[in-house]
Structure formats: C-alpha cells, structure tokens
C-alpha cells in the first residue's frame, strides 16, 4: 500500500470520527484486550460466559448489564465469581438504547454489558459516543454477526467440546473477527 | 455569641422560605419584621466568616432576595450594622451608630416607635451617635429624658441577653411560580426553566432541615378557557431512592413530562407552576470525603437508578443477592443494597434462566421444544433439588444436556415423572 493511500485512510477514520481506544481490559480469553471507550460485539455460544470471565478477571469494575427481556441468572454469577454487588441489572424492554445511554452518563460504570438483538445503527452510533466519553467497555452480545461500522471489535465465541464442566471459562476461545482500531 | 443579620433592603415574598433555608447553616434561626438572624458563634469550626458571608449571598440570590448582611455580637447591633451601613462608605462600627439605632436595641424585631420622643430630644440636645448617648451619665438620664433613656441604654448594655423567638419551618414545602401571560409558556424547555428554580429553593428549604427527598408532585396550571378539559395537570413522582440533586429530579421530570406532553400536549398557556415536596426521610449526615469518590459514586447510582425506575418502571433496575433456597427461581432476589455473601455450595448454574420453566420433549437421543432439536452428546445429572415443604414443592432432577450443536441445556423432570422441562440454557 503506497504512502498516499495510507494518508487517505488516516483521514477518512479521523472524517467518520471513531477515535482509536487508547487503553483496554485486559483479558485471557482475548489477546488483544477488550478496549475502553468502544463496542464490542461478542457472537457464538458461550458469549455470556465469555463476559462473565472479562467481570471475574476485573472484580474492581462496576457493571451495567442490560437485557430487553431479562432471562440472565444472577447466582451463575457468584459461582463465576462475580460478586453481586457490584451489578446493576436493568430490565429495558424497548427503551435499550436510552437505558444504556442513561448508565454511560452517570459515568459510574466501568464496563456494560448489553444483550439485545433490536439496537440499530443509529442507537450504536449514540452508545459508542457515549462510550468513548465515559471511557466505560461496552460488550454487546448478539445471537448473530451484524457488523455494523460503529462495533471498534468483534468477536466470536466458541466452546471446546472436550472440556471438562467446572471451570466454564476454560472451555472458551475468543476469535477476533474484524477490528476497526 | 454571634449573630448575622440579613436585612432585607426590598420587601420579599420569599423570606420565610429564605429563612428555612438558612436551618443549614445553623439550627438557631430568628425573624424580624424586615430581617433574619442567624446565630453562627456555634459555627465557627464549619466555616469562617468569610465562606459564611458568600454561601449567605449565594442563597439570597436562588431565592432572589435583596438584602445587606451584617455580623456583630448580638443580634440589635448586627441589625443596626446591617441598616445603616449603606449610608456610609466606610465600614461601621458599634459606636458610629447614628442615635436612631436606640430604637432598633429596643424593638429589634417588630418596628415601632416608642423611643420616638426620646431620641428626638436626644438630637436636639446635640447627640448624634450611639457613643454620645452610651457616655451619657445614668443618673441625670430619667431627669432629662424620662425612664425611656434609662430603658433604651439598658436594651443597648444587655443586648446580648436578649431571648431568641422560636422559629420552626413550615410542614409543607411548596414553591410556586406565576406566568405572565405575554409569555405563553406552552412548551417543555421553558417549564422546566421554571421547574429548575423551583426544585431548588424546595431542596435548599429540604435541605434546611436535613432532609431528602422520595416523593413530589408537580402541578401545572393552564389559562381555564371553556375549550380547556383539563387546566391543572399534575404529576406524582415516587422514588426508588432519597435524592438531594436538582439535575437528577429535573431529568426524572424532563422524561415524565415529555412523555405526557407527547401524548397530551397542554390546551393553553400555563399561567402557574407548583413543586410540593410530599415525601422525604432524613439524609445521613456527612463530609465529603476528599480523598474518595465513594459519596459521589453513591450519588451518581442513586441518580441513575431513579431515573431507570421512573422510565421504565419498579423493579426493573435493581441489583441482586443471594438466598439460601435450593429451588433455582427463589435462589436469588431483587434488592437495592449490596450483598455477596453464598451460603451454599452447588454444582455450576447456567447463566440464562428462563422466567417460567417450559416443557421440552424427550424424543430417543433428542430434545425437542417449539420447533428447535437438539441431539444429546452428554447428559450429566441428576441433580436433585426440592424446595420449602410449606411451599409445597416438587423435587426436581436436574441434567445438564450438552449437545451435539454446542448449546447446553438445563432442563430438569419432576421426581417419578418422565415429562421434562427446560429452565435454563449454559450460554
């Protein structure tokens, strides 16, 4: 790639305005981190799983964890050791969006965690602005891959068959998908 | 002893309120005709006279009271101090008093004259200061001024004992505000502009008496013309937390009363808005803390919670804790407090439960429910469970079912029948 086209690139991200996340979570299902002040959307079973283990490798975070239908069970969480106390469950219904934007705001939670299948562009675009100024990582989990251009990481989930009930977190692999920072 | 005197150079609708308060900054209020003391000697370890001063202005201009602010040793001298004051440039003291202060160290609650005659005499013999009379020789006072003198330069030399009125707020705190017609105030921005100063003085006036605030009503009163069904709309607000921040209740009321105006848009222009405080508790009595964000953090929450409840409803933001039960639906409840602690140990739970256990066939190797199979790779159980007995619980098997597609199910029977359900999936 010639140095001219490389320019043009630079400019068109500084153009959209997706400003490349400075810092991440670390993360030992995920290499790279899971970044701060950006969406990340998580597909493929075992996705709740998945950030379950990002909030157990973190236990300083406070979380927002946003289901339009609230079908997640708290006590799976304290046997993930994730302590409850530091979980904010919020029941949306169809107001996702402004419940996610509601909890960016307040600029207390460091990580939230949204399951939904409605969020549109738009409501993306309005949670990753909100994302980046609260600094929060915000993880979207979908049944399915949407790709939409205000998602920084995607990833996906999978399960190793053969391993052993008990330690859920160690039967998970994280690919990374596509990346837009 | 230390008084402060605010004296009110306009008269003012709001001084009640003003007064209220001022309860914050010292438990022992008093209110004259045209002034309110405020006794902050006990005070001095909270704050300087200085910071007291500019947090003094700082309310008179929310409550938009015009007032001079004055502080002495007692409470006629501060008053006096505070009256005359902006006669003069330079800076009074006790002794530059003009000879028409002897009256206020008389009456420095309720205006009167009695000493009128008295310090008319007294001027005309010359006497132009507080100083002048105070130099005077008691004895040859009742004969040339009557026992008035000796009365008034008694008030002056025992100013300081005297009794403070009782002040109590009032029981109800309500604020108001008229609209002048020209504006024709219909839409959301300009009421809620209004609203803001409202909200304020009724949470400084909460405030007072240190208190928060869990419930209020807002009213809104339309021009009554025969067309108009329905001229006064109010609003009743619950919330799930005390609050104390003007920003979180004016979001709470921007989202209620966009809402219902969206759907009900106001008939004609609002001639009058009310906020009455209905429901507080006492707020914990607290320093911030410099060095953490820990009250904040707190505050912002509890902010945020009210505001998730009133949009989308009670118990839909709520966080959880455990409870000792070994049926899964009961083993964790809603609450707003933190609480971590597992008493039991279980084997791993799936993170997705469904609200009410569904029916799923058992076909050979395969689950089947609504369309969906599943071909079973692994089945790992039983996991017996049952309940309460006075709940009347059946006891449950419980398999976890892997599958050969990847999902992992939860699904349990009943104990002795061959019918299964699914509760849950390891997502």
């Given amino acids: 790639m010639s140095t001219k086209a490389a320019l043009s690139l630079d400019e068109l991200k500084s153009l959209v305005g997706i400003k490349a996340p400075k810092e991440t979570f670390d993360f030992s299902l995920l290499h790279e981190g899971v970044p701060k002040g950006a969406i990340t959307e998580v597909i493929g079973n075992g996705k709740t799983e998945f950030a379950l283990a990002l909030l157990a490798e973190h236990p300083e975070t406070r979380v927002a964890w946003i289901e339009e239908s609230l079908s997640v069970y708290p006590f799976g969480f304290l046997q993930r050791n994730v302590q409850l106390g530091r979980v904010l469950f919020v029941e949306s219904g169809t107001e996702t969006c402004w419940s996610a934007l509601q909890v960016l705001k307040a600029q207390v939670f460091q990580i939230v965690v949204l399951y939904s299948e409605s969020l549109g562009l738009s409501h993306l675009r309005k949670i990753q602005l909100a994302a980046e100024k609260s600094q929060a990582a915000v993880l979207w989990l979908t049944p399915e891959s949407r790709a939409l251009w205000p998602v920084s990481l995607q990833v996906q989930v999978s399960r190793n068959v053969s391993y052993t009930p008990g330690d859920e977190a160690e039967g998970l692999t994280g690919q990374v998908l596509r990346r837009r920072y | ?274 906020v009455e405080i209905v429901n507080s508790v006492l707020g914990q009595g607290r320093q911030t803390d410099f060095f953490s964000k820990k009250e904040q953090e707190a505050e912002s929450l509890q902010a945020v919670f009210a505001r998730l409840t009133e949009r989308l409803g009670e118990g839909r933001a709520f966080m959880a804790k455990a409870v000792e039960s070994y049926v899964p639906e009961r083993s964790w409840q809603k609450t707003y407090a933190e609480s971590d602690r597992l008493q039991i140990r279980l084997p791993l739970r799936p993170l997705r439960i469904l609200k009410k256990p569904q029916e799923i066939q058992k076909i050979d190797n395969y689950f089947v429910h609504r369309n969906k199979k599943w071909k079973v790779s692994e089945l790992l159980g039983p996991e017996r469970l049952s309940g309460e007995w006075w709940m009347k619980d059946q006891e449950r098997d419980y398999y976890r079912v892997k599958t050969e597609s990847g999902d992992e199910l939860w699904v349990y029977s009943l104990s002795g029948a061959q019918q299964y359900y699914l509760h849950g999936v390891f997502d």
């Avoid at chain 2, 002893?1 to 308060?21: D, G, I, K, W």
């Avoid at chain 2, 005359?84 to 009074?92: E, F, V």
Wanted: hydrophobic content about 45%; overall charge positive.
């Fill in chain 2, 1 to 274: 002893m230390r008084v402060a005197c605010v004296y009110l150079t306009q008269p003012s609708p709001a001084v009640l309120e003003f007064a209220e308060a001022c309860l914050r900054l010292t438990p022992q209020v008093a209110i004259g005709e045209r002034a309110i003391f405020l006794e902050i000697g006990g005070c001095e370890k909270l704050y300087s006279e200085k910071t007291f001063s500019l947090r003094i202005q700082a309310l008179l201009k929310r409550f938009m009271v015009s007032a001079r602010v004055a502080l002495a040793n007692d409470i006629p001298t501060a008053l006096a101090l505070a009256k005359y004051q902006a006669a003069t440039s330079a800076a009074l003291c006790r002794e530059d008093l003009p000879i028409e202060a002897l009256q206020l160290y008389a009456s420095p609650f309720k205006q009167t004259d009695s000493l009128a005659k008295v310090i008319g005499l007294m001027r005309a013999l010359g006497l132009r200061t507080l100083e002048d009379a105070l130099v005077l020789p008691r004895k040859q006072l009742a004969s040339r001024f009557g026992k008035e003198a000796i009365l008034a330069l008694h008030y002056v030399d025992f100013a300081q004992s005297l009794p403070w009125p009782r002040f109590a707020p009032r029981a109800k705190i309500i604020e108001a505000s008229e609209v002048d017609d020209a504006y024709l105030v219909r839409e959301l921005e300009p009421i809620l502009f209004l609203l803001r100063g409202l909200v304020d003085r009724a949470l400084l006036r909460l405030r007072g008496q240190g208190k928060l605030v869990t419930a209020f009503e807002v009213r809104i009163f339309q021009e009554n013309y025969s067309t108009v069904k329905q001229p006064k709309r109010s609003w009743s607000i619950e919330l799930s937390f005390p609050v104390g921040s003007v920003l979180s209740l004016l979001s709470i009321l921007r989202d209620r009363i966009e809402f219902a105006l969206q759907r009900e848009p106001l008939e004609s222009a609002v001639t009058r808005v009310e």
